[in-house]
């Protein structure tokens, strides 16, 4: 075997590894990341692959205090339970997609000691999005309304990169729609263009180790049930 070859197969291990440890952080400690780890992150991160090399992500990078004023922002804005995402949310989950949201939620529950017949252990676990989970820094995602899907289909691939990116760098971070329902209140506080969608978070720092939100993984459904045309894949 050349040694591109084995390069390359060493590289895909390697790349299996981060996406199979990989997980999304629901508790944060208060440390800081350094800026030299934030921005080797973002730099990755940066070459994400985009439809005709648009680049459609644009990032506002909040940290310590800046962090802390949006989360009370999106609190305040939460009095009224009205959501105003820019995109469309999903008309519906079902049937196997139901399942894995449900299947998702309960595990969470479950780490967390919250029973199926607790609203407020529910509601506040919920509200803890909109703290960001203690994350000391939040990325917040925008991609242009011109470019529609294609954007943020973009955007979606930009995010998975820096989730990664993060892996490699010892970090921990966590991906968020839910900052997205309230776009209205984003949009003002962070003086985003009416040209730009708000597409989701993305919070990084350091996992709370000890913390139970964090001792449960969702698992993948097998590629044999994903991908048609692998012949014998199991």
Do not use: K
């Amino acid at each position: 075997m050349n040694t591109d070859v084995r390069a390359q197969l060493s590289a895909s291990d390697v790349l299996e590894g981060l996406l199979t440890t990989r997980y999304s952080c629901r508790a944060f400690t208060d440390r800081a990341v350094p800026e030299e780890d934030l921005r080797r992150l973002f730099t990755i991160a940066q070459r994400t692959a985009s439809w005709c090399n648009s680049q459609a992500w644009q990032v506002e990078l909040l940290s310590g205090e800046a962090a802390e004023a949006l989360s009370a922002r999106l609190l305040d804005r939460l009095q009224d339970p009205t959501e105003r995402p820019d995109i469309a949310t999903p008309e519906a989950y079902e049937g196997v997609y139901r399942d894995r949201r449900r299947t998702c939620g309960r595990a969470l529950y479950d780490a967390v000691g919250i029973a199926q017949d607790d609203p407020m252990g529910r509601l506040n676990q919920a509200l803890e999005n909109f703290r960001f989970f203690g994350a000391p820094h939040v990325a917040i995602i925008t991609s242009p309304v011109a470019l529609g899907t294609y954007g943020v289909m973009d955007c979606g691939g930009y995010v998975a990169n820096l989730l990664t990116a993060a892996e490699t760098l010892g970090l921990d971070a966590i991906a968020q729609g839910a900052i997205a329902m309230y776009s209205d209140a984003v949009r003002d506080h962070l003086d985003v263009p009416e040209d730009r969608w708000i597409v989701c978070a993305v919070s990084i720092g350091y996992a709370d180790a000890e913390h139970p939100a964090n001792g449960f993984r969702t698992e993948r459904e097998s590629v044999a049930n994903a991908v048609a045309g692998l012949g014998g894949t199991a």
